[in-house]
C-alpha cells in the first residue's frame, strides 16, 4: 500500500481536461512537504513533469499543472492529446517510518 | 545534456547479490545526490535509498537496510546500487536518479531529474 494514493485509472477523449489526485496525510503533504509528478510512458523510464508542486520544467507544456491543498495535491491536464496516453506518479517526503522519499501508486491514463 | 546512464541487465538465482552501475555525465557529479528507485513488473515506484555523491552519506528505505549498500565513485562519475540475498520479488527494473533541490532543507522539496535508463534484475532459480 502506498503512502500517498491515486486513482488507479483515469480517462478522457481527446481535447478533453483530465485530474489526477494523490491523496496523503498529515505525515507528509499536509505537513508541507512538495509534490512532484512524473510521467512514464510505456517501457520507459519516468520523466519530471511537475517539481515544486506547480513547476514545469523546461520542454514540458503548459498543459500540464499542479497544485496542492491541505493533504492532497493535483496534477491536470488540459486539451488531451493521444501521446498523453502514460502512468503518472506523484512523489514527496513522509516523516514517519515508512521511509523518506515515497511516491503514490500510480494512475493510468487512457485518452479515449 | 545531463544524462545517467545504466548497466545492462542482469539475471540472479535466489540468495545471490547484484551490482548495478550508473554514470553520470552533463554536470558535476559531487553536486547532487543519487537515489535508486525500483519497479517491480506492472507495478508502481519504490524509493529504495539515496545517496550524497558528495561525501557519501546515504539513507536506506527501512525495508532494504542490512540488504542494500549504495556507493559512489567520483573519480568516474558512476554510482552503484548493491542489493544482497536476493529473493523473487527483488525482479524489477532499477532506475538511479539525480535528486534536485530548491536549497535549504532538502526533505521540504526534492525531486528526481533524469532518470537513467533503467536496468532489469531478474531472480530466478
Known amino acids: 500500500q502506498s503512502v500517498l494514493t491515486q486513482p488507479p485509472s483515469v480517462s478522457g477523449a481527446p481535447g478533453q481536461r483530465v485530474t489526477i489526485s494523490c491523496t496523503g496525510s498529515?505525515?507528509?503533504?499536509?505537513?508541507?512537504?512538495?509534490v512532484h509528478w512524473y510521467q512514464q510512458l510505456p517501457g520507459t523510464a519516468p520523466k519530471l513533469l511537475i517539481y515544486g508542486n506547480s513547476n514545469r520544467p523546461s520542454g514540458v507544456p503548459d498543459r500540464f499543472s499542479g497544485s496542492k491543498s491541505g493533504t492532497s495535491a493535483s496534477l491536470a491536464i488540459t486539451g488531451l492529446q493521444a501521446e498523453d496516453e502514460a502512468d503518472y506518479y506523484c512523489q514527496s517526503y513522509d516523516s514517519s517510518l515508512s521511509g523518506f522519499w515515497v511516491f503514490g501508486g500510480g494512475t493510468k491514463l487512457t485518452v479515449l | 545534456q545531463v544524462q545517467l546512464v545504466q548497466s545492462g541487465a542482469e539475471v540472479k538465482k535466489p540468495g545471490a547479490s547484484v551490482k548495478v552501475s550508473c554514470k553520470a555525465s552533463g554536470y558535476t557529479f559531487t553536486s547532487y545526490g543519487i537515489s535508486w528507485v525500483r519497479q517491480a513488473p506492472g507495478q508502481g515506484l519504490e524509493w529504495m535509498g539515496w545517496i550524497s555523491a558528495y561525501n557519501g552519506n546515504t539513507n536506506y528505505a527501512q525495508k532494504l537496510q542490512g540488504r542494500v549498500t549504495m556507493t559512489t565513485d567520483t573519480s568516474t562519475s558512476t554510482a552503484y546500487m548493491e542489493l544482497r540475498s536476493l529473493r523473487s520479488d527483488d525482479t524489477a527494473v532499477y532506475y538511479c536518479?539525480?535528486?534536485?533541490?530548491?536549497?535549504?532543507?532538502?526533505?521540504?522539496?526534492?525531486?528526481?531529474?533524469?532518470w537513467g535508463q533503467g536496468t532489469l534484475v531478474t531472480v530466478s532459480s
Open positions: 536518479a539525480r535528486g534536485l533541490t530548491f536549497g535549504g532543507d532538502p526533505t521540504m522539496s526534492y525531486w528526481f531529474d533524469p
Open positions: 498529515s505525515s507528509n503533504i499536509g505537513a508541507g512537504y512538495d
